[in-house]
């Protein structure tokens, strides 16, 4: 909804599902493509490569695995299943925190950020190819905006 102008009570029901609907499908068929090529070439399955990519953008590439696990949008179970499969191909480490013992850090091993940066690399190629090729730099801005904005309207406060 753009909020200076409110919703368009002419756009016909069909329509709007029709819009919604293409959305969806765009995304699902190119996050396909993104995700089958990073685990072909990286070996890593979508939740994994998405917590080495949290990781290796976060500050000494360390964060606590409950803050993960949220982030993520994983429940506990299911980050440790990823975290333990992370740490067992040696690509993070779990780290208890010096201050309170009920945190527990995970961390990039070595290993971990040199695939975790060259994973980023290779998404950032995908998307320059399967999303900036075909929309263009406004195109694909207007988009990042757009979802920002819905982001941020359908978001709990």
Known sequence: MNSKTGPD????????????GLVIEGYHVTQGHVEAEI??????????????????RTPDHRM???KLAHEAALSSGGFTKVADRLAKADL??????????????A???????????RSRAA????????VL????????????EAMRTLR??????
């Open 133 to 144: 090729a075909p929309l263009g730099k406004a195109d694909s801005a207007a988009l990042a």
């Open 107 to 117: 961390v990039l091993t070595d290993h971990g950020r040199d695939i975790a940066e």
């Open 9 to 20: 009570p002419c756009t016909d029901d069909d329509e709007i599902i029709t819009w919604w």
């Open 152 to 157: 941020a309207a359908n978001t709990p406060d």
């Open 39 to 56: 685990s072909e070439r990286f070996g890593l399955a979508p939740a994994s490569f998405d917590i080495l990519l949290r990781l290796v």
């Open 64 to 66: 606590p695995m409950t």
């Open 123 to 130: 998404c950032a190629e995908l998307l320059r190819k399967r």
């Open 92 to 105: 993070i480490r779990r780290e208890p925190c010096e201050t309170d013992r009920r945190v527990t850090y």
